[in-house]
């Protein structure tokens, strides 16, 4: 299974925004560029995260984006479901009424535990523990020199 598009630069804007912990509002176009996605493509995620509640916006010329609960409080499936919907391997994973196999299909029971142990790490890990991570490899990547 591959994450969509959404999901990754989603989730890095998400990060950008953690990371930055400050009451001023971060401008799209900072984001865009840190994190190298289209200023227009953030722009339609952000807007799908505030409509989920994740992001506030502030307009004017000091707006912009801010996470709108703290980051401790979002997790990485909060994200993912705001973006994509429901977390699952399979339609019948997430919906039992979907196939009438499901009783007698072994391959159901795989994609429910697949689907059950992945949305437990989703749940688990959140935008603060990411931002935290994000931080210390920043720290790491930057060159000290000494004359």
Same mark, same amino acid.
């Given at each position: ?23 001023? =509002?971060?401008?799209?176009?900072? &984001?865009?560029?840190?994190? *190298? ?35 401790? *409080?979002?997790?990485?499936?909060? &994200? ?15 919906? =039992?009424?979907?196939?009438?196999? &499901? ?19 989703? *749940? ?10 994000? *931080? ?12």
């Amino acid at each position: 299974m591959k994450l969509s598009t959404k999901v990754r630069y989603g989730l890095r804007a998400m990060i950008d925004l953690a990371v930055q912990d400050s009451d001023t =509002p971060v401008l799209v176009q900072d &984001i865009a560029k840190r994190q *190298r996605v289209s200023k227009k493509y953030l722009e339609n995620l952000l807007v799908t995260l505030k409509a989920s509640g994740l992001v506030r916006s502030v307009r004017g010329a000091k707006g912009g984006y801010g996470l709108n609960r703290p980051a401790d *409080r979002i997790t990485v499936e909060d &994200i993912m479901v705001s973006l994509d919907g429901p977390v699952a391997y399979t339609d019948c994973a997430s919906r =039992p009424d979907y196939c009438d196999q &499901i009783h007698c299909c072994a391959a159901h029971e795989l994609w429910v535990k697949l689907t059950q142990s992945a949305l437990k790490v989703l *749940r688990e890990t959140t935008l603060q523990m990411l931002a935290e991570r994000e *931080r210390e490899k920043q720290a790491d990547t930057t060159l000290m020199y000494y004359i």
